[in-house]
Nanobody, 125 residues
Framework: VQLQASGGGLVQAGGSLRLSCAAS????????MAWFRQAPGKERELAAA????????YYADSVKGRFTISRDNAKNTLYLQMNSLKPEDTAVYYC???????????????????WGQGTQVTVSS
């Protein structure tokens, strides 16, 4: 099983990026998925999560209103649209997938069994 994250890069404050996470080796169409991020010197934190159907989403307060998580189950792919980026959004972003639906446990790191390699997002001021 592999989760391949892409789309990171260097962007100026106020700009946008779209992250993608392509899954291979098994389907996650019935499973919760999420984006986590880890800034230098800080613990990994949940940025956004989505239920298997896409009907339930969660956003950290710091990204609410600026980030949108979505998924295309036909393509086995997870997305994170990031708008109005701020320097404090600078981090390595990781996609994660659960082996379960876990709709009521979207916010727990323990829910997620599979992790991508991460993609760097750097926002300059």
């Amino acid at each position: 099983v592999q989760l391949q994250a892409s789309g990171g890069g260097l962007v100026q404050a106020g700009g946008s990026l779209r992250l993608s996470c392509a899954a291979s080796g098994r389907t996650f169409s019935s499973n919760a998925m999420a984006w986590f991020r880890q800034a230098p010197g800080k613990e990994r934190e949940l940025a956004a999560a989505i239920s298997w159907s896409g009907s339930t989403t969660y956003y950290a307060d710091s990204v609410k209103g600026r980030f949108t998580i979505s998924r295309d189950n036909a393509k086995n792919t997870l997305y994170l649209q990031m708008n109005s980026l701020k320097p404090e959004d600078t981090a390595v972003y990781y996609c994660a997938a659960s082996s379960r639906r876990a709709t009521s446990q979207l916010t727990s790191q323990l829910t997620y069994d599979f992790w991508g390699q991460g993609t760097q997002v750097t926002v300059s001021s």
